[in-house]
Nanobody, 127 residues
Framework: QVQLVESGGGLVQAGGSLRLSCAAS????????MGWFRQAPGKEREFVAA????????GSADAVKGRFTISRDNAKNTVYLQMNSLKPEDTAVYYC????????????????????WGQGTQVTVSS
């Protein structure tokens, strides 16, 4: 059974930092591209960042470029999202997702293609 478990969310002041983790089990982690998405109250789920299965290529949304960094440790079956210079508009539930891929350098920014999802972790940024 595939499980993706996010952790690291919480309450932080604007300008602060958090690091989210997503621990995967029940799958061959290095066969999956990973993504982070978020959903704020009353809004649709949106892409935050994604990384290829090998970790050699990644991408992020314009809203978080230069502030958020995605990384992965295939030995630990874990993907991370380092979030710096947080803003109140970053407040949302953050989800990690996994997509089975073959190419080493492919990642996806569409939530529609992902195979598995975590339950989410709440990030609240106060002003």
């Amino acid at each position: 059974q595939v499980q993706l478990v996010e952790s690291g969310g919480g309450l932080v002041q604007a300008g602060g930092s958090l690091r989210l983790s997503c621990a995967a089990s029940g799958l061959t982690f290095n066969s999956y591209a990973m993504g982070w998405f978020r959903q704020a109250p009353g809004k649709e789920r949106e892409f935050v960042a994604a990384i290829s299965r090998s970790g050699v290529r990644d991408g992020s949304a314009d809203a978080v470029k230069g502030r958020f960094t995605i990384s992965r440790d295939n030995a630990k079956n874990t993907v991370y999202l380092q979030m710096n210079s947080l803003k109140p508009e970053d407040t949302a539930v953050y989800y990690c997702a996994a997509k089975a891929v073959f190419p080493l350098s492919t990642y996806y920014d569409s939530s529609q293609v992902y195979d598995y999802w975590g339950q989410g972790t709440q990030v609240t940024v106060s002003s």
